[in-house]
């Protein structure tokens, strides 16, 4: 089973930055078995969103218009981690951040997730 950590979280000003990160563990075949990594977020009161995507093959990506030009989502494959840089942070972004992991056959990990609040 594929183990997710997230790390990163906290507080911060609107206009700040965070870097949230992701680290993926388990048997070789598992994280072999990892197609793409992505992060969540729920706020209070709202739907999860999906925030960001990478793909494992090629690191295609994809963002949330939301977050677009602010957000920047990189894997590093040997360490089998995911990145979320987190620029120009408004009050709109506080939520749980949360990662996962998507194996070819579709099956998705989630971990447990971080808490990042944006306020002055």
């Known amino acids: 089973q594929v183990q997710l950590v997230e790390s990163g979280g906290g507080l911060v000003q609107p206009g700040g930055s965070l870097r949230l990160s992701c680290v993926a563990s388990?048997?070789?075949?598992?994280?072999?078995?990892?197609?793409?990594m992505a992060w969540y977020r729920q706020a209070p009161g709202k739907q999860r969103e999906l925030v960001a995507s990478?793909?494992?093959?090629?690191?295609?990506?994809n963002y949330a218009d939301s977050v677009k030009g602010r957000f920047t989502i990189s894997r590093d494959n040997a360490k089998n981690t995911v990145h979320l840089q987190m620029n120009s942070l408004n009050p709109e972004d506080t939520a749980v951040y949360y990662c996962?992991?998507?194996?070819?056959?579709?099956?998705?990990?989630w971990g447990q997730g971080t808490q990042v609040t944006v306020s002055s």
């Open positions: 996962t992991a998507t194996a070819w056959d579709t099956y998705k990990y």
């Open positions: 990478i793909t494992t093959d090629i690191g295609g990506t």
């Open positions: 388990g048997v070789f075949s598992q994280i072999a078995s990892i197609a793409s």
